[in-house]
């Protein structure tokens, strides 16, 4: 058990619609990492917080959005839906900024399935 | 740009044999690499890393990589494969573009044979 947890751990929705995904980060750690996980693309890094604050950003759509908040626990808001978005998405957090040589620690993914 | 390349997407071992899982890497500067393993249904757990220092790492459940420098490497190795090592490793590599992230590579899926 990494400490990191993530919820749900399953979703089904339609296209369209719009989902929200929790991460709680291990205590003490200030960064959160979002990855999404597809069968054709491998494991892709969305975005990352520090602290509250946007830090980095990968190959996250506009249509998808993250915050952190005051207690550190982060979510991922998926809006517009569509099939191509059904995935495993990972959270995962480090102690730091995430600086060289920073483990990231991963939560069990939440999986989301359009349909 | 900077990269990461497991070549294998699948490696077959027979228990009790020695596994290697191989990965190259291509970055500027000095590489932080890490392998990271993930059973079925469940979330990466990091197995080890390099930082700097002595070429062969040691990490978690017996297994150890070897960084080389000129062969830009990093391969996962253990010297002896259990049926319940069967999973999907995943190499990476720590880079800075402006900021810290993660570059996976797409990963491995060892099957060691009983």
């Known amino acids: 058990d990494s400490g990191v947890t993530q919820t749900p751990k399953h979703l089904i929705t339609a296209t369209g619609q719009r989902v929200t995904l929790r991460c709680s980060p291990r205590?003490?750690?200030?960064?959160v990492y979002w990855y999404q996980q597809s069968l054709d693309q491998g494991l892709q890094f969305l975005i990352h917080?520090?602290?509250?604050?946007?830090?980095a950003k990968g190959n996250i759509l506009e249509r998808f959005s993250a915050q952190q908040f005051p207690d550190l626990h982060s979510e991922l808001n998926l809006s517009s839906l569509e099939l191509g978005d059904s995935a495993l998405y990972f959270c995962a957090s480090s102690a730091g900024q995430g600086a060289r040589g920073e483990t990231q620690y991963f939560g069990p993914g939440t999986r989301l399935l359009v349909l | 740009a900077q990269s990461v390349a497991q070549p294998e997407d699948q490696v077959n071992v027979a228990e009790g044999n020695p596994l290697t899982v191989k990965c190259t890497y291509s970055v500027s500067g000095n590489p932080y690499l890490f392998w990271y393993v993930q059973y079925p249904n469940r979330g990466l757990q990091f197995l080890l890393k390099?930082?700097?220092?002595?070429?062969l790492v040691k990490g978690s459940y017996g297994f150890e990589a070897e960084f080389n420098k000129s062969q830009t490497s990093f391969h996962l190795k253990k010297p002896s494969a259990l049926v319940s090592d069967s999973a999907l490793y995943f190499c990476a590599v720590s880079t800075w573009s402006g900021t810290y992230k993660y570059i996976f590579g797409t990963g491995t899926r060892l099957k060691v044979l009983a």
């Open positions: 390099y930082i700097t220092g002595d070429n």
């Open positions: 917080y520090y602290n509250g604050e946007e830090r």
């Open positions: 205590s003490g750690d200030l960064s």
